[in-house]
T-cell receptor, first 116, second 115 residues
Framework: DAGVTQSPTHLIKTRGQHVTLRCSPI?????VSWYQQVLGQGPQFIFQ???????GRGNFPDRFSARQFPNYSSELNVNALLLGDSALYLC???????????????FGPGTRLTVL | AQKVTQAQTEISVVEKEDVTLDCVYE???????LFWYKQPPSGELVFLIR??????QNEISGRYSWNFQKSTSSFNFTITASQVVDSAVYFC????????????FGTGTRLKVLA
């Protein structure tokens, strides 16, 4: 079975631009989470979606938004890019629902965003 | 507050040596879950293990073993007879039973296994 897929793999943008990152979860998984990983740090939680509804939001500005589609894929949007947004953006999928907090998240390969 | 501390920034060992990666966590929840992930240079986080707070049994899987001790809030990871392919960054993560179910990651330990 295919794992979590993310696109694009790499992306270069300039300050002030907008970016959209995409994620397809593992088949059968209904929950998607997004994380930002700055070089040398652990991943930081941005959003979690389950059944197209936002389940949680991390400490990120409103420039960051996301949504989940009926097929459970997800998009992360970042507006007005800043240099500090340069990072690896990771998507994770999990069963969600009754699986509860023990639900294991499986991560995709990430999208490397560079803001110049 | 919930927090995960991985005090070891980088460890270098020679192949076939045993190595232990430390993880200390903080949470006020009585039910929580702990995880270890491996991040090779490709960037993808690879799931290794999940433990529940109410199950303190240690676990061994091949060359990997995990020592979970609630009394010291630690969840350490040992690789026996390390191999070059074990070289990666290893992350410990905590997920509480309350709140948004987000994972709280440590800062990671970079393991270098030298041939």
């Amino acid at each position: 079975d295919a794992g979590v897929t993310q696109s694009p793999t790499h992306l270069i943008k300039t300050r002030g631009q907008h970016v959209t990152l995409r994620c397809s979860p593992i088949s059968g998984h209904k929950s998607v989470s997004w994380y930002q990983q700055v070089l040398g740090q652990g991943p930081q939680f941005i959003f979690q979606y389950y059944e197209k509804e936002e389940r949680g939001r991390g400490n990120f500005p409103d420039r960051f938004s996301a949504r989940q589609f009926p097929n459970y894929s997800s998009e992360l949007n970042v507006n007005a890019l800043l240099l500090g947004d340069s990072a690896l953006y990771l998507c994770a999928s999990s069963l969600g629902g009754l699986a509860g907090p023990g639900d294991t998240q499986y991560f995709g390969p990430g999208t490397r965003l560079t803001v110049l | 507050a919930q927090k995960v501390t991985q005090a070891q920034t980088e460890i270098s060992v020679v192949e076939k040596e045993d190595v232990t990666l430390d993880c200390v966590y903080e949470t006020r929840d009585t039910t929580y879950y702990l995880f270890w992930y491996k991040q090779p240079p490709s960037g993808e986080l690879v799931f290794l293990i999940r433990r529940n707070s109410f199950d303190e049994q240690n676990e061994i899987s091949g060359r990997y073993s995990w020592n979970f001790q609630k009394s010291t809030s630690s969840f350490n990871f040992t690789i026996t007879a390390s191999q070059v392919v074990d070289s990666a960054v290893y992350f410990c993560a905590l997920r509480a039973s309350s709140g948004t179910y987000k994972y709280i990651f440590g800062t990671g330990t970079r393991l270098k296994v030298l041939a």
